[in-house]
T-cell receptor
Framework: GAGVSQTPSNKVTEKGKYVELRCDPI?????LYWYRQSLGQGPEFLIY????????DSGLPNDRFFAVRPEGSVSTLKIQRTERGDSAVYLCASSLSGTDSNEQFFGPGTRLTVL | AQSVTQLGSHVSVSEGALVLLRCNYS??????LFWYVQYPNQGLQLLLKYTSAATLVKGINGFEAEFKKSETSFHLTKPSAHMSDAAEYFCAVSSLGGQNFVFGPGTRLSVLP
């Protein structure tokens, strides 16, 4: 079956612009996670959805970052007024439910470059 | 708060040699522990996980890891390295009631012919 997909695979934008990154989770997975991975580092948690609601958004770095999952499936990560420091690979993962032992399945990521 | 440390950002082994990638964690509650592998330009893939059953966990591609509570460790091993094992390896921890994973900084494994 299809895995987690993310679009676009690469996004280049200019400082100050607005970007949207899309994640399509595995069908039937109720939990969805966003991570940010900077060069040479491990993934850093941003936000977790259980169904349509954001159950934990404690990892969002500031109010320029926002994510939605209106129908409990596809999710969009939105970044306003992008800064060069936002450049990273943004990873999406989904799991069957939000329990701790459930495996998270990761997408290939979106590489964001802010010039 | 949970945290993960991985000793050695880069490990090189010869083909056929033992692979040992170190992971130590801190958690105030019993942890769930995971090893993920990331091949170039691909997403993270689960190698194995510990969820409070057997302390020696076997994963895919011949990898295994042992949970040692007294040492707060979850080191990853493979008896004989293969060229295809070259990748980035991440250790991660979550815990009862926690909803997110905390990843370590990763260890890049190189396999020399």
């Amino acid at each position: 079956g299809a895995g987690v997909s993310q679009t676009p695979s690469n996004k280049v934008t200019e400082k100050g612009k607005y970007v949207e990154l899309r994640c399509d989770p595995i069908s039937g997975h109720t939990a969805l996670y966003w991570y940010r991975q900077s060069l040479g580092q491990g993934p850093e948690f941003l936000i977790y959805f259980q169904g349509t609601g954001a159950a934990d958004d404690s990892g969002l770095p500031n109010d320029r970052f926002f994510a939605v999952r209106p129908e409990g499936s596809v999710s969009t990560l939105k970044i306003q007024r992008t800064e060069r420091g936002d450049s990273a690979v943004y990873l999406c993962a989904s799991s069957l439910s939000g329990t701790d032992s459930n495996e998270q399945f990761f997408g290939p990521g979106t590489r964001l470059t802010v010039l | 708060a949970q945290s993960v440390t991985q000793l050695g950002s880069h490990v090189s082994v010869s083909e056929g040699a033992l692979v040992l990638l170190r992971c130590n964690y801190s958690s105030s509650v019993p942890p769930y522990l995971f090893w993920y592998v990331q091949y170039p330009n691909q997403g993270l893939q689960l190698l194995l996980k510990y969820t409070s059953a057997a302390t020696l966990v076997k994963g895919i591609n011949g990898f295994e890891a042992e949970f040692k509570k007294s040492e707060t460790s979850f080191h990853l091993t493979k008896p004989s390295a293969h060229m295809s094992d070259a990748a980035e390896y991440f250790c991660a921890v979550s815990s009862l009631g926690g909803q997110n994973f905390v990843f370590g900084p990763g260890t890049r494994l190189s396999v020399l012919p």
